[in-house]
């Protein structure tokens, strides 16, 4: 039996970032130019992922300055999974609205490179750690998720 992950498919949910080139429905703007809310659909094998755009900045947590990106708006879905795979591993099956779960790391990274195939150019994998944190901070500026002091 293969164990399950589901902490993966969060991750993957919000996983697979797309190049920093222009987005596909934009001719004139360069991803470094875009602003926060910007959104295209991955639609690649009827996958239809919606991307959004995380405009970068500096990152008290890490104190770095992270790179703008592209990651996905929801988890991946059943479906979606299906449609770039050919099938679906999750245990907990009944809608193919419901999240992907019961994959790997390595089954992540050959759904993000699949996509990445299909996509006509642009590549796709899951995010790093920073990018990752960066987004579920969702532009706070404090030390912490819940302010700057420890206590």
Do not use: H
């Not at 697979?16 to 809310?37: R, V």
């Not at 755009?53 to 500096?58: E, Y």
Request: aromatic share 12%; net charge negative.
């Amino acid at each position: 039996m293969r164990p399950s992950m589901a902490v993966l498919a969060i991750l993957l949910a919000a996983s697979c970032e797309a190049p920093t080139e222009k987005t596909p429905s934009s001719t004139s703007s360069t991803s470094s130019t875009l602003s926060a809310g910007r959104s295209y659909t991955e639609s690649a094998a009827n996958a239809n992922i919606e991307m959004v755009w995380i405009p970068g900045g500096p990152f008290t947590m890490y104190s770095e300055t992270v790179e703008g990106f592209w990651i996905g708006k929801y988890e991946v879905t059943q479906g979606q999974w299906q449609a770039v795979m050919g099938s679906n591993p999750s245990s907990f099956k009944g809608s193919d609205r419901l999240p992907v779960e019961n994959v790997d790391w390595n089954d992540a990274m050959e759904f993000c490179r699949k996509l990445s195939g299909l996509s006509g150019g642009k590549a796709y994998t899951l995010p790093t750690e920073l990018e990752w944190e960066f987004a579920c901070r969702a532009g706070s500026k404090t030390a912490y998720y819940f302010g700057d002091s420890e206590s």
